[in-house]
């Protein structure tokens, strides 16, 4: 038996679902969370439990709920649960007006009972069971009641009893609809949605329509002064007002607290400082305070570690290669990353708790102005801030998005955002470069990707994405508190992906560089780290990095090129082409006296960190983008823009910081370039209005791109 | 008088929507904004758009631009 989790988004599907199921789905506060179906089993039952993106009604406008509407009518479930947000009652049971229209069994679970009573609103559960016409269950998918009255419910076979919804006409003239699709074709699933359908005139449905159903339609049409859409959708609405007037009572309580906190946080004059204020804390605490914290307690567990595997493996007599395979590149490469997960933990503590508190929609309002006039929505925001966490959820969760454009560039920006497995690469870099300001600086590349997002979208709107649009529709979520349960499952779940990935993939690469790194091209063992096969790779191209590192650094080079493997892959490989260069015995410092990092400074680390932070993500990342984009030319053309722009970026920083530090940039220099800079945007800026002027008296100029 | 020219706090009736783009109609009318439906304005983004409002129960954000084109009747 196939069971659907259909609902508003925001109504409590996944936690529900992870109540029926016992899986650990993500949760939070903000509509969309849901952005590819999931499944499970139904606990102590073999029923497949299909959780779906949250939708409003029937007529999908995005991706996501498309993804819902394709699933029930392409793999027909047995079963709808349908889950209606019982604090919104009104809202939610228009999609289950719609629903009832199938032929399927709905079943409506009525979340949240547990917060009824302090909302003041009582509902009357045999009268609705009456109204609607089919079975209703009270639950709290939070505080799991009702459940298991819920899955012995999916067993009972009970039938619909289908209530009229509309007017008399419109009934008779859907009924009649329905004896026409049925004389066609006798086997016809869900006639009486497909008539409703077939009335408002969907063109999804065309295959349906025929002369006879549009001539009967149009007839009946000039009864009324507006289209059936609105006509259709005003009495679903008119009919759920006369089922609430029956079934439910409100008591109004007074809760304002959602109201108080937004006069804060929506506050005209100081909702954008404390939008900085919180982004800036989430990347302050975790690479600043809990970073420089840790950082030097790690790296001596660390260190003590790997001397004491090493006299053990000496002590047992295996050979040198081996200890120095299993010294210098397992634990060197894994340990380097895993160093980094206290300031991971805080990260990933602090997005969960910016996700279900309910700020995150807020974050959305609040930047919908801004975002709008570079041709971003609000909604791209939710992307960003997901992506500080990891960018694939982030790419994933730009389906929230309607429109065509505003998604694809928000696809191609989200990786900007410093994902956490950047974060040992800003903490690396920073801590040792930039010592007691290393909080600061991290929070200023997080606010450079920002900086650089608004401007690259500002361009790409200007030049590729033309057709974005004006509209936002979202709900507004009430503010929760914390489930601490569920965060604390949240941010266990991200921390131990994070350590398999450093126990598989960074495992794997550090084995392969060690070997690189080891042998010549003859497979000479223990040759001068100069003379190793990966020394020769990275020379081949280092010139590539010699702008933004003012050296040729083989080490650098391909240390960064390993970032497309996973990011923090950078760090790993620095540990390890350093553990091999330093004369034994004098720690895991990767910056140390003799290793080939030793010639960094302040302005090729912060260059080289742009250029890490800008350049393709990873392939996970890139797979992600691909998924979104729908086609290889595109992602080709994202990927390269990517780089070229982190190439460009990071030579820019490093030419202007190394003059800083030698003390030979003159403002007369800074004059000129801002003036050349000046120049090439009039010019730019001429040659898109021209094109604008000759478009005015092109025929064509309203269809054309 | 539009939507989008009412102040916090002031309750109105919907009388028509003077939407033309398909979908984003077809979403409103979805999300509750039909004929007669009255609506309390709550909140307003710091920089003047998207707005919020209170209908049916629950709150919706919706730009400006497209509260402009609702006509409605001001009750309160």
């Given at each position: 038996m196939k069971v659907a989790l259909v609902g508003n988004q925001n109504s409590g599907k996944t936690t529900l679902f992870n109540c029926l199921t016992g899986m650990n789905a993500k949760i939070g506060n903000w509509p969309g969370v849901t952005i590819e179906r999931k499944t499970g089993t139904i606990k102590g039952t073999n029923y497949e439990i299909v959780d779906l993106p949250g939708i409003y009604s029937l007529s999908p406008y995005s991706t996501e709920e498309e993804i819902a509407r394709e699933y029930i009518f392409k793999e027909k479930p047995d079963v709808i649960i349908n889950i209606v947000d019982a604090t919104a009652i009104e809202r939610s049971l228009y999609l289950t007006t719609q629903l009832l229209e199938l032929d399927t069994k709905v079943i409506v679970a009525l979340n949240m009972a547990d917060i009824l009573e302090k909302k003041g609103i009582k509902i009357d559960e045999k009268n609705l069971e009456e109204e609607l016409g089919t079975k209703v269950c009270k639950i709290s998918a939070l505080r799991e009641t009702g459940i298991n009255k819920l899955i012995s419910e999916i067993k009972k076979g009970d039938k619909l009893k289908r209530k009229p919804i509309y007017d008399v006409e419109i009934e008779y003239l859907i009924s009649t609809i329905q004896g026409i699709l049925h004389s066609s074709d006798s086997k016809i699933r869900h006639s009486r949605f497909l008539s409703v359908k077939l009335i408002e005139e969907d063109e999804r449905f065309d295959k349906y329509q025929t002369q006879e159903i549009k001539h009967m339609t149009g007839l009946l049409a000039k009864k009324y002064d507006t289209d059936f859409e609105e006509i259709i959708a005003t009495q679903r609405y008119n009919f759920i007002e006369k089922v609430r007037e029956k079934t439910v009572i409100y008591k109004p309580v007074k809760d304002d607290l959602s109201d108080k906190l937004d006069k804060i946080f929506l506050n005209k004059w100081i909702a954008f400082p404390i939008f900085v204020v919180i982004m800036f804390l989430v990347y302050y605490l975790s690479v600043g305070i809990i970073g420089s914290n840790t950082v030097d307690m790690v790296s001596n567990i660390m260190d003590s570690f790997s001397e004491w595997v090493g006299n053990t493996l000496q002590s047992i007599g295996t050979s040198e290669v081996i200890n120095s395979l299993v010294v210098d590149g397992i634990i060197a490469g894994v340990g380097a990353v895993l160093g980094f997960v206290p300031q991971l933990i805080i990260l990933f503590l602090c997005i969960a708790l910016l996700e279900t508190t309910g700020y995150m929609s807020r974050i959305a309002l609040l930047l919908d102005r801004v975002f709008r006039k570079i041709g971003l929505s609000g909604k791209s925001l939710i992307p960003f801030i997901v992506g500080s966490g990891c960018s694939v959820p982030g790419i994933m969760g730009t389906r929230i998005i309607e429109n065509l454009d505003e998604r694809e560039m928000t696809t191609m920006l989200t990786p900007f955002i410093p994902c956490s497995a950047k974060l040992p690469i800003i903490a690396l870099f920073s801590g040792y470069f930039f010592k007691e300001n290393s909080g600061l600086v991290s929070a200023s590349l997080y606010f450079f990707a920002i900086a650089i997002i608004i401007i690259s979208a500002y361009i790409l709107s200007k030049l590729v994405f033309k057709n974005t649009s004006n509209t936002y529709i979202s709900e507004l979520p009430e503010y929760k508190l914390p489930n601490i349960k569920y965060i604390a499952k949240e941010v266990w779940d991200k921390v131990i992906a994070f350590i398999k990935r450093a126990g598989s993939v960074i495992l794997i690469c550090s084995i392969v560089i060690w070997f690189l790194l080891s042998f010549s091209f003859n497979f000479e063992?223990?040759?001068?780290i100069q003379d190793s096969m990966l020394a020769s790779i990275g020379k081949s191209i280092s010139w590539v990095f010699y702008p933004i590192l003012g050296e040729n650094n083989w080490g650098a080079t391909v240390s960064a090129i390993q970032g497309l493997v996973a990011k923090e892959q950078v760090v790993s490989s620095m540990a390890v082409i350093s553990g091999f260069s330093e004369?034994?015995?004098?720690?895991?410092?990767?910056?140390?006296?003799?290793?080939?990092?030793?010639?960094?400074?302040a302005a090729s680390a912060y260059a080289f960190m742009i250029f890490n932070l800008f350049s393709a993500p990873c392939f996970g990342a890139i797979g992600a983008m691909k998924r979104e984009l729908g086609s290889n030319k595109k992602l080709l053309k994202v990927v390269c823009f990517q780089t070229f722009l982190a190439w460009c970026l990071a030579t820019v920083t490093y030419q202007i910081g190394s003059r800083i530090e030698n003390g030979t940039l003159h403002l007369a220099d800074i004059l000129v370039i801002i003036a050349i800079l000046l120049i090439i945007y009039l010019i730019v800026k001429n040659s898109i209005n021209k094109k604008k002027d000759k478009c005015i008296n092109c025929p064509y100029s309203d269809s054309c791109k | 008088m539009k939507l989008s020219k009412l102040k916090v706090g002031q309750e109105a009736k919907v009388i028509k929507l003077n939407i033309k783009e398909k979908e984003t109609r077809r979403h409103l009318l979805d999300m509750g904004l039909t004929r007669g439906v009255v609506v309390k304005i709550k909140k307003i983004a710091p920089m003047g758009d998207p707005i919020d409002i209170e209908l049916r129960g629950y709150e919706l954000c919706i730009g400006k631009s497209d509260l402009s084109k609702i006509e409605v009747e001001v009750i309160k």
């Open positions: 063992y223990g040759v001068d004369e034994v015995g004098e720690g895991s410092q990767i910056f140390g006296n003799n290793t080939i990092f030793s010639s960094f400074t | -």
